[in-house]
C-alpha cells in the first residue's frame, strides 16, 4: 500500500465548479499535512497546510480527518488558472522529521 | 525570495555516462533533497542532507551518490547512467529555522538516457 493515496484523475470541469480532492495516507503518526501544486512541466509549490481544525485560503479549503487518516482540498468557484496537479503531501515522522511523502498527484482541468 | 536553481533543465546522455546534477540554493538553507517524478509514481526521495558533508538515504538511493561540499550547493551523480535513469529529477531545500518543513523546489532536469 502506497504511503500517501490520490485519485489520480483527470478531474475535467467547467469554470466556476466546486470540485473536491481527496487523499488519504497510512501511517497514524504523521504530524504534518500539506497540498502542492505543480503547473504542467514545472516545479512543486506549497499550495497550503492542512491543519486540524481546517483552514481556508480564499477560494481553497483544506481539511484532515485524523481517525481516517484522510486529507481534503475543495476548490470553489474554480477558475482556468487552477487547472494544474494537485499533490497531496504528509510529514509521516517514521522517519527523519525533514523528510516529506508526496502523493502521485491529482490533475485538474477547468474548461472554460 | 527562495531561488533553488538546477544547472540543467534537460541533458540527454548515453548509458554508462556518469552524469552530475547540480542544485543550488541561496537562502542559507540547512536542508536539501533530490527527488525523481515518474508519471504514476509521484516524487520519490533519492537522497537527502541536513548539513554541509551530511547525508542520508532515501527511498530509491540505488544507483544514485551525493556531494554536498558547501551549504548552498548539492549535487546528485549517476555514476554509470542507465536507461531506467531517465526521468525528471528535482531539487529541493527547506529550513528548520524559516518554514520548517516547506520544501522549496528548483525547475527540474529532464534527464533522458540513450
Known amino acids: 500500500r502506497k504511503e500517501v493515496e490520490q485519485d489520480p484523475g483527470p478531474f475535467n470541469v467547467p469554470e466556476g465548479a466546486t470540485v473536491a480532492f481527496n487523499c488519504t495516507y497510512s501511517?497514524?503518526?504523521?504530524?504534518?499535512f500539506f497540498w502542492y501544486r505543480q503547473d504542467c512541466r514545472k516545479e512543486p509549490k506549497l499550495l497550503m497546510s492542512?491543519?486540524?481544525s481546517g483552514n481556508e485560503d480564499g477560494r481553497f479549503t483544506a481539511q484532515l480527518n485524523r481517525a481516517s487518516q484522510y486529507i481534503s482540498l475543495l476548490i470553489r468557484d474554480s477558475k482556468l488558472s487552477d487547472s494544474a496537479t494537485y499533490l497531496c503531501v504528509v510529514n509521516p515522522t517514521s522517519g527523519s522529521a525533514r523528510q516529506l511523502t508526496f502523493g502521485s498527484g491529482t490533475q485538474l482541468t477547468v474548461l472554460p | 525570495d527562495v531561488k533553488v536553481t538546477q544547472s540543467s533543465r534537460y541533458l540527454v546522455k548515453r548509458t554508462g555516462e556518469k552524469v552530475f546534477l547540480e542544485c543550488v540554493q541561496d537562502?542559507?538553507?540547512?536542508?536539501m533533497f533530490w527527488y525523481r517524478q515518474d508519471p504514476g509514481l509521484g516524487l520519490r526521495l533519492i537522497y537527502f542532507s541536513y548539513d554541509v558533508k551530511m547525508k542520508e538515504k532515501g527511498d530509491i538511493p540505488e544507483g544514485y551518490s551525493v556531494s554536498r561540499e558547501k551549504k548552498e550547493r548539492f549535487s546528485l551523480i549517476l555514476e554509470s547512467a542507465s536507461t531506467n535513469q531517465t526521468s525528471m529529477y528535482l531539487c529541493?531545500?527547506?529550513?528548520?529555522?524559516?518554514?520548517?518543513?516547506?520544501?522549496?523546489f528548483g525547475p527540474g532536469t529532464r534527464l533522458l538516457v540513450l
Open positions: 529541493a531545500s527547506s529550513s528548520p529555522r524559516r518554514g520548517g518543513e516547506t520544501q522549496y
Open positions: 492542512v491543519y486540524s
Open positions: 537562502m542559507d538553507h540547512e536542508n
Open positions: 501511517n497514524s503518526a504523521s504530524q504534518s
